[in-house]
Each structure stands twice: as structure tokens, then as C-alpha cells.
């Protein structure tokens, strides 16, 4: 099944000759590009006519996510659209607690629903289990593969998972963060936090597996979100968020020290700047607060870190002589460093499709200046 802008992306070129490495690969390795590479988060998604022709057909967000061929298909609608450097394999967050053993679903107005909820040490024994773990996660490794011979040459291929911090709580809250103060999970992990250890233990097993599955499928890099990782007190952020992150980063780099690992901290705020360096993720993505003279300095300067970010995607929505001032912003204060534009967050549902364009457009044809 095909619906979108046009019936494929363009083939891959035969050649006799190795290929170059793809530009968004050169950043986050440390190479300062002749431009930033570009990609958003949630490039595919609601803003676009054709997904929601694709989801429907898919019979919801389950089936969408679940059958590879509806899943490369969403995947690939944004690069009809735009010339991205990079596609992130269309999947959910909440995929991994649902193959750990929870239920899955998607209710209108209420978003991701996880049933039964986790709230104890007795329901992480008696419900969750990661021994289905690959098989309920195989549409995803399956999308993987289908994708790497789907994309032009030049665009690298990106795997996904949530981090465990941000996963564990929508296991807990039963739903999507958004929907709640995260006051559940808060109050267990705060008021119990070596009962809340072994879910955070559990994830981070199931996380590393996922995403070594996508690497082994065809991944050329791997992104983790931690979208939540900002609701965590700072007593508290090494644990929930540093180091299992840490975890991830540092056994994936030793089965595949070839791929890079770009790490998320939404709303992490000052914790930004330990995350960076304990985590030991080769680009750090910046949620649209982080100061770009302080991601410079620091980040790109002291730690030799690739920076991604980080639009603010309201701004792009409002799109005009700001957007583009905003977007020039960035290019001038991230420039001096390896770096991947993006979005502080993803692209919001109500955001023109012509602001998308204008902001690709005008990343493509910035020249990274001389030193």
C-alpha cells in the first residue's frame, strides 16, 4: 500500500564506488559539516494529509505502528515531501511496555493507554516479563530492514526507543505524561525508590535489546527519548534518568562502537550539563530552553559533543520573518561545532506544511563558515 505525495522515493543509485558517508553520520561523529544536517522530530506525523489517509487504513495508531508496510510508508512520506538528511523509523513509545506485557491502546482525546498499570514491586513480577520481548517487537526490527533498502543513498536511517525514565512512567501513570503531573510515578520512585528500581532495571535490559535488534536490522544511528526526564527532582535525575541512560549508551557502544547514540533530556534544564558527560551519548539533542551560547561552549567546545536541536516547534507553526530569524539563530550560535538542526521538541499536528519547507529549505542552503 502506497498513499502519499508521489509512489516512492527516489531508488538508491547503483554504483561501483563505496559511498560517501551520509552528512548526518559526518556530525555526529564530531566532524564540523559544510552544513548541518537536517531532520525534525515527527517529521512523519498528523501535519501531513497523507499519514492520517495511512493510519486510517491501518485501523489506528496499533495497526499503524504494527504493520511494517503502513510503517515505512509514514516513515517515508516527509522525504517526498522535504530533502531531509535522515528518516526516524515510524514507531510508539510505549511499543516497549506493551511487549513487556501491558495492553496498548489509543483513545480519542486521551492519546496511549497502558492497562493494567504498574504500581508495585508484586505487579512488575507478576505481569511484566521481557521473554515475549522480541517477538512482540519484531514489525518494528521488520520496518527496519524494509527501510534500508526503501531510502535515497544519502539519507541515514535512525532507530528509536524511549529512555527507561520516560517509559516507566507512562507504564505507571497508564498513559501518555502529557495527561498527568506525573504524580504516581513521582511518588513511588520518591517514596520507594528501591521498589521502583527493578521497573527502571527491566527497561533498561528491554531498551538495549530493542535497540541492538534495530541496529542489527539496519540502523545506522539511534536516538533516545527522554521526554520526561525534566518532572525529575535533582536529587533524583542521576538516578532515574543519568545512568540508566548511561547504560544504554555504554552497552551499545560496546557491541556497535561504529554507531552513534544521540540522547534526549527534554526539560532537563541545568542537569543538562552533567547528563552530557556521564551519559557518554555522541550528540546531545537540546530541547528549545537550552541556552545556545552555554550548548557551544560547552557541549560543542569543552566535550567535543555534537549538538542537535533545537527550534522551538511553536515557532515553526507561527512560521514568517521570526521563523526565519529563529532558524538563522541557531545555524549562527550551533555552526562552529558538529551539529544536527532540529526541534526542541516535535512537530505539532497544526503546523503548516509550506513552514516545514521554508525552514528545510533554508538549512539546506547555509554554508557552515570558515574557522
Not at 1 to 24: E, R
Not at 82 to 107: E, K, M, S, W
Not at 145 to 173: F, K, N, Q, S
Request: proline share 8%; hydrophobic share 45%; with cysteine.
Amino acid at each position: 500500500m502506497n498513499i502519499g505525495t508521489q509512489d516512492a522515493v527516489d531508488p538508491k543509485p547503483v554504483s561501483g564506488t563505496a559511498p560517501a558517508k551520509k552528512l548526518l553520520l559526518r556530525a555526529l561523529a564530531g566532524e564540523r559539516t559544510e552544513r548541518p544536517p537536517v531532520w525534525l522530530m515527527r517529521q512523519a506525523g498528523r501535519y501531513l494529509p497523507e499519514y492520517h489517509k495511512v493510519r486510517d487504513a491501518a485501523g489506528g495508531m496499533v495497526g499503524l505502528c504494527t504493520t511494517p508496510e503502513h510503517a515505512v510508508e509514514v516513515t517515508l512520506q516527509p522525504l517526498r515531501r522535504f530533502p531531509l538528511d535522515a528518516a526516524i523509523v515510524f514507531a510508539d513509545l510505549p511499543q516497549v511496555a506493551a511487549a513487556l506485557g501491558q495492553t496498548l491502546d489509543y483513545r480519542a482525546g486521551e492519546g496511549p493507554v497502558l492497562t493494567p498499570p504498574v504500581r508495585s514491586s508484586a505487579d512488575i513480577a507478576e505481569f511484566l516479563s521481557a521473554s515475549r520481548l522480541h517477538e512482540e517487537l519484531a514489525p518494528v526490527y521488520e520496518t527496519v530492514r524494509r527501510l534500508t533498502r526503501a531510502l535515497p543513498a544519502d539519507v541515514a536511517l535512525i532507530g528509536y526507543a524511549g529512555a527507561p525514565w520516560t517509559i516507566a512512567t507512562y507504564m505507571v501513570e497508564g498513559r501518555g505524561g502529557a495527561a498527568s503531573e506525573h504524580s504516581v510515578v513521582k511518588q513511588w520512585a520518591l517514596g520507594d525508590p528501591d521498589g521502583f528500581q527493578p521497573l527502571i532495571d527491566l527497561l533498561t535490559t528491554a531498551v538495549i535489546q530493542f535497540l541492538s535488534r534495530q541496529i542489527e536490522a539496519g540502523a545506522e544511528a539511534v536516538q533516545l527519548f527522554d521526554t520526561w526526564a525534566g518532572v525529575l527532582p535533582d536529587a533524583l535525575f542521576d538516578r532515574w534518568c543519568v545512568k540508566p541512560v548511561a547504560a544504554v549508551v555504554s552497552a551499545l557502544k560496546a557491541r556497535y562502537p561504529q554507531v552513534p547514540v544521540i540522547a534526549f533530556p527534554r526539560g532537563a534544564g541545568l542537569s543538562y550539563d552533567g547528563f552530557a558527560e556521564a551519559t557518554g551519548a555522541d550528540c546531545i539533542g537540546l530541547d528549545s530552553t537550552v541556552p545556545l551560547a552555554w550548548a557551544a561552549d560547552k557541549l560543542q567546545g569543552e566535550l567535543g559533543r555534537c549538538v542537535q536541536g533545537n527550534l522551538d516547534p511553536q515557532l515553526l507553526i507561527a512560521g514568517g520573518p521570526a521563523l526565519a530569524a529563529g532558524t538563522e539563530r541557531i545555524l549562527r550560535g550551533l555552526s562552529g561545532g558538529p551539529f544536527v538542526f532540529n526541534l526542541g521538541h516535535g512537530i505539532a499536528k497544526t503546523t503548516p506544511i509550506e513552514h516545514v519547507s521554508a525552514v528545510v529549505e533554508q538549512v539546506r542552503a547555509w554554508s557552515t563558515p570558515a574557522v
